[in-house]
C-alpha cells in the first residue's frame, strides 16, 4: 500500500520557519519526483517546489524561491523529502501536500500519489 504522510506543521509567526517532513512507502519512490503543493482556504491547489530522483533537479515556485528549501534522503526502504520554509508570511498559511510521480511537473494534475496534508499557519 503507497502511503506519503506529512508532518511537521504547526503556528509559527512571520519570519520564522518550519521544516515539514514527507515519508514515503509502499514502493519504490526512489526513482519518483517528490514534490510539495499548497492549498489556500477558497484558493486552488498551487505547486510549491518539486525535487528529481536524483536530488539533483529542483524547482520553486516564485513567490518561495529563495525562502523555501526542498531535499530529499534515502533511508533503507523510505523516500523522505523535506521542505525547509524560512522567512514565512501570512499568504505562506496554506494545508501543505507531498506529492510523488514520475515526472517533474508543476500541477497537481500530473501526479498520482498524494498525502493527507499539514497545516501551517503563519500569523501576523
Known amino acids: 500500500q503507497v502511503q506519503l504522510v506529512e508532518s511537521g506543521g504547526g503556528l509559527v509567526q512571520a519570519g520564522g520557519s518550519l521544516t515539514l517532513s514527507c515519508a514515503a512507502s509502499?514502493?519504490?519512490?526512489?526513482?519518483?519526483?517528490m514534490a510539495w503543493f499548497r492549498q489556500a482556504p477558497g484558493k486552488g491547489r498551487e505547486f510549491v517546489a518539486a525535487?528529481?530522483?536524483?536530488?539533483?533537479?529542483?524547482?520553486?515556485a516564485d513567490s518561495v524561491k529563495g525562502r523555501f528549501t526542498i531535499s530529499r534522503a534515502r533511508d533503507n526502504a523510505k523516500n523522505t523529502v523535506y521542505l525547509q520554509m524560512n522567512s514565512l508570511k501570512p499568504e505562506d498559511t496554506a494545508v501543505y501536500y507531498c506529492?510523488?510521480?514520475?515526472?517533474?511537473?508543476?500541477?497537481?494534475?500530473?501526479?498520482?500519489?498524494w498525502g493527507q496534508g499539514t497545516q501551517v499557519t503563519v500569523s501576523s
Open positions: 525535487i528529481s530522483w536524483s536530488g539533483q533537479i529542483t524547482n520553486y
Open positions: 506529492a510523488a510521480d514520475t515526472s517533474l511537473g508543476l500541477s497537481p494534475n500530473e501526479y498520482h500519489y
Open positions: 509502499g514502493r519504490t519512490f526512489s526513482y519518483y519526483t
